[in-house]
């Protein structure tokens, strides 16, 4: 029961410097998303995916890229890392229901520092 | 726009009492809303959820909700509480636009005091 996946669990980059999150689901979940969590600021969406091949933007997508080659896979770029770039990056999968609303599965987070 | 608003970004209770954290909603449609639990340094592990039909709402860990649409609220309380009870806790809505996107209040830390 692997569910939801994220590596590196920590990561220390130096200002400019570019990496990638991963994010892995085994739950064949059709949605994916990308949340950073700031201290007193709960949860805010990076970019978001309702299928391969489609993603969008959040409330905060600056300095960040996504595709969704595979229904399993959702990777964060981090184009030219920032020290405001530093946060706690978690992924999340989710899938529709024919009525009603499915919950959010979270993985347990990245923890980048940018220096 | 959904939006969700956390009272109280810490809150103490000592083991046994009552626990309540407060969340009030926004929304131009009929809400579905999520009380979400972090323990430190892990993910978000979902509490209980209010969709439609019964408006209080049993979860895991002994925790209820209850869905107030005249007071667009939708408390967390739980009636006492444990000292592995002391976590975050967020309150999130569904975002409009698919997706299953939620908007997440900005967290309770509750403090569990023997």
């Known amino acids: 029961n692997a569910g939801v996946t994220q590596t590196p669990k920590f990561q220390v980059l130096k200002t400019g410097q570019s990496m990638t999150l991963q994010c892995a689901q085994d739950m064949n979940h059709e949605y994916m998303s990308w949340y950073r969590q700031d201290p007193g600021m709960g949860l805010r969406l990076i970019h978001y995916?309702?299928?391969?091949?489609?993603?969008d933007q959040g409330e905060v997508p600056n300095g960040y890229n996504v595709s969704r080659s595979t229904t399993e896979d959702f990777p964060l770029r981090l184009l030219s890392a920032a020290p405001s770039q530093t946060s706690v990056y978690f992924c999340?999968?989710?899938?529709?229901?024919?009525?009603?609303?499915?919950?959010?599965?979270f993985g347990q987070g990245t923890r980048l520092t940018v220096v | 726009a959904q939006s969700v608003t956390q009272l109280g970004s810490h809150v103490s209770v000592s083991e046994g009492a009552l626990v309540l954290l407060r969340c009030n909603y926004s929304s131009s449609v009929p809400p579905y809303l999520f009380w979400y639990v972090q323990y430190p340094n892990q993910g978000l592990q979902l509490l209980l959820k209010y969709t439609t039909g019964a408006t209080l709402v049993k979860g895991i860990n002994g925790f209820e909700a209850e869905f107030k649409k005249s007071e667009t609220s939708f408390h967390l309380t739980k009636p006492s509480a444990h000292m592995s009870d002391a976590a975050e806790y967020f309150c999130?809505?569904?975002?409009?636009?698919?997706?299953?996107?939620?908007?997440f209040g900005t967290g309770t830390q509750l403090k569990v005091e023997l």
């Open positions: 995916s309702v299928g391969a091949g489609i993603t």
């Open positions: 999130a809505v569904i975002s409009t636009g698919g997706g299953n996107k939620l908007t």
């Open positions: 999340a999968s989710s899938y529709p229901r024919p009525t009603g609303w499915a919950e959010a599965f």
